[in-house]
T-cell receptor, first 111, second 115 residues
Framework: DAKTTQPNSMESNEEEPVHLPCNHS???????IHWYRQLPSQGPEYVIH???SNVNNRMASLAIAEDRKSSTLILHRATLRDAAVYYC????????????FGKGTHLIIQP | KAGVTQTPRYLIKTRGQQVTLSCSPI?????VSWYQQTPGQGLQFLFE???????NKGNFPGRFSGRQFSNSRSEMNVSTLELGDSALYLC??????????????FGEGSWLTVV
């Protein structure tokens, strides 16, 4: 069973920031939060991951709540190429093997 | 460096046949995992290999099997194919699944159609 909850879909405009929420109320102290995205007809692509502190990379930012029961993936300036299904996943003990994928959030970007 | 490579990309098989899919991980990665993706069930974990040993296995029947070679390349096999086995089969590799923050990288997948 997926241990995260995400909205089924979200819509945003091109060149605007996008905030994708994820709830993980049963997260354990050693669970890492991973985000992947999947473009049509492609395999999932790693976006970002974190444990407790907020994280930034060239693709996105990850904001983790202080109690770690939720997190938000932030795309600072969405482009049409960011239209994809975004998955928020918990990885037990840090190792990303045997991941449980939920339905993810289908992000629609309007030009 | 080259990403995860899966072959073949597309294939069509008949019910009852068997199929073997191949995966070459990113150079230096020792862990390979396999996933099945269908419209109805989404992405589901099949199994994971590390140093030629199966470490984890998902909830799939014994018709689904895999192996890993000494060069970390992996194959998965599905015997006695059923129509419901039609899916995108994804391979992912990682450096060390036991390490904190380990990230897996997926290939493009192999599209299997069973007729």
């Amino acid at each position: 069973d997926a241990k995260t909850t995400q909205p089924n879909s979200m819509e945003s405009n091109e060149e605007e920031p996008v905030h994708l929420p994820c709830n993980h109320s049963t997260i354990s102290g050693t669970d890492y939060i991973h985000w992947y995205r999947q473009l049509p007809s492609q395999g999932p692509e790693y976006v970002i991951h974190g444990l407790t502190s907020n994280v930034n990379n060239r693709m996105a930012s990850l904001a983790i709540a202080e109690d770690r029961k939720s997190s938000t993936l932030i795309l600072h300036r969405a482009t049409l190429r960011d239209a994809a299904v975004y998955y928020c996943i918990l990885s037990p003990g840090g190792g990303a093997d045997g991941l449980t994928f939920g339905k993810g959030t289908h992000l629609i970007i309007q030009p | 460096k080259a990403g995860v490579t899966q072959t073949p990309r597309y294939l069509i098989k008949t019910r009852g046949q068997q199929v073997t899919l191949s995966c070459s991980p990113i150079s230096g990665h020792r862990s390979v995992s396999w996933y099945q993706q269908t419209p109805g069930q989404g992405l589901q974990f099949l199994f994971e290999y590390f140093s030629e040993t199966q470490r984890n296995k998902g909830n799939f029947p014994g018709r689904f099997s895999g192996r890993q070679f000494s060069n970390s390349r992996s194959e998965m096999n599905v015997s006695t194919l059923e129509l419901g086995d039609s899916a995108l089969y994804l391979c992912a590799s990682s450096l060390d699944p036991g390490s904190a923050g380990n990230t897996i990288y997926f290939g493009e997948g192999s599209w299997l159609t069973v007729v």
